[in-house]
């Protein structure tokens, strides 16, 4: 597989490990929910669409400069969010007390 181009690469060459990686990725596209395997997927499919030659494996590890990150960034198909909505629990039924009711309890709260 070809290396990423020289003038692709940020000033320092070093080659970082796969997990660090990912993190950096989830971290530069606001995404933490999205598990390694998934990532790797949806990165080899964006290298795909854009014609490149190297695996998603690769642009993990590699530092790749900030003009070729943007363009996979930007053809990355990314699934919706999954998180659980956290509502807070009420009761939807109107109260039974009457309107005299309501009204005794009111003046009656008023007057303690």
């Known amino acids: 597989m070809m290396q990423l181009a020289r003038d692709d690469r940020a000033a320092d060459d070093r080659v970082i490990s796969l997990p660090d990686g990912l993190a950096r990725i989830r971290h530069d596209i606001r995404r933490p929910d999205l598990s390694d395997d998934l990532l790797l997927t949806l990165i080899g499919d964006a290298i795909a669409d854009l014609a490149l030659d190297f695996s998603a ?16 960034y930007a053809a990355l198909c990314l699934p919706s ?14 109260s039974r007390l009457t309107m005299l009711e309501r009204l005794r309890l009111t003046f009656r709260r008023l007057a303690s």
Request: contains cysteine.
């Open 81 to 94: 969010p999954v998180s659980p909505l956290v509502m807070p629990e009420q009761a939807l039924e109107r």
């Open 57 to 72: 494996e690769e642009f993990a590890c590699e530092k790749a400069g900030p003009e070729l990150r943007s363009q996979i």
